[in-house]
């Protein structure tokens, strides 16, 4: 005799809670285990709200339309002095209903002298501020991806960055 399961949902919308930490979640965070923590850095993207004086919807359907975090990678691969071997990225919210990125760039090398440099990052990211850190340790690499597996998003306290807002929520 098979035995059933029951889930709450099954819409496999990446905005979807229960969905997404069933389904999304996992494979991100198994690709990026998959990354070297060593040659990894992590570059927030924000959004200068002056820019976009219509607010966060605006942004939101321009960047997409656009592709501007593809778009933001591939200036990126083909200016950098370093070779990027990998990459991915995480869109979150901020409570105003504005967008941010969270992008791992894998590179051949390692360590801080392997930084991309402000400067560059700026260069191919007009809309906001740029932020690039990198993981110090193995145990800081996985705190920082396994929380991620397990809440769907990066920074402890800040549920609201996984919820779709109210302006994109078709039902």
Not at 5 to 21: A, D, E, G, I
Not at 23 to 47: D, E, G, H, P, W
């Amino acid at each position: 005799m098979q035995k059933a399961v029951l889930r709450k949902c099954s819409c496999n919308s990446s905005w979807c809670p229960t969905c997404y930490k069933r389904q999304r979640t996992k494979k991100l965070t198994a690709r990026i285990q998959q990354m070297s923590y060593r040659r990894v850095r992590f570059v927030t993207l924000t959004i200068d709200r002056n820019l976009y004086p219509d607010g966060p919807e605006s942004c939101y359907r321009e960047i997409r339309e656009k592709k501007g975090i593809a778009q933001f990678i591939h200036n990126l691969k083909r200016t950098s002095a370093h070779n990027i071997t990998d990459y991915a990225w995480f869109m979150e919210w901020h409570r105003d209903g504005f967008p941010h990125w969270h992008v791992f760039v894998e590179l051949e090398e390692s360590g801080k002298a392997a930084m991309l440099g402000n400067r560059d990052l700026l260069r191919h990211w007009k809309r906001g501020a740029v932020y690039e850190s990198y993981f110090t340790t193995a145990a800081h690499w996985y705190n920082a991806t396994g929380y991620f597996q397990k809440h769907g998003y990066w920074e402890k306290g800040k549920k609201h960055q996984a919820i779709l807002p109210d302006w994109e929520r078709v039902c």
